[in-house]
């Protein structure tokens, strides 16, 4: 089993930028694909992005591509997302999740998921 926190949400103005961490417990964290959900309010969850177990490949949502970066360290057993150029459309509780499976943005194939931080960007 994986147990995810998530932190470093905030306010912050339009075009600034913003680093979440995603800290997990658990001795398979390094066998686990991970990824980064959001949910506005109002809207459905949908994914933003994910990294292989071995952090060798990322795949981001094409609203957050060129903006977003994620990355893990298997040592530390955290992940990151490091948030540039940030835009009030972003605005949204952001999950970290884990899954056994390979990367996809349905949500149903992830099996773990913290209990989200908000990130909230003003205009």
């Known amino acids: 089993q994986v147990q995810l926190v998530e932190s470093g949400g905030g306010l912050v103005q339009a075009g600034g930028s913003l680093r979440l961490s995603c800290a997990a417990s658990g001795r398979t964290f390094s066998s686990y694909n991970l990824g980064w959900f959001r949910q506005a309010p109002g809207k459905e969850r949908e994914f933003v992005g994910a990294i292989t177990w071995s952090g060798g490949s990322t795949n981001y949502a094409d609203s957050v591509k060129g903006r977003f970066t994620i990355s893990r360290d298997n040592a530390k057993n955290t992940m990151n997302l490091q948030m540039n150029s940030l835009k009030p459309e972003d605005t949204a509780v952001y999950y970290c999740?884990?899954?056994?499976?390979?990367?996809?943005?349905?949500?149903?194939?992830?099996?773990?998921w913290g209990k989200g931080t908000l990130v909230t960007v003003s205009s």
């Open positions: 999740a884990s899954t056994a499976s390979w990367i996809t943005p349905d949500l149903r194939r992830w099996d773990y």
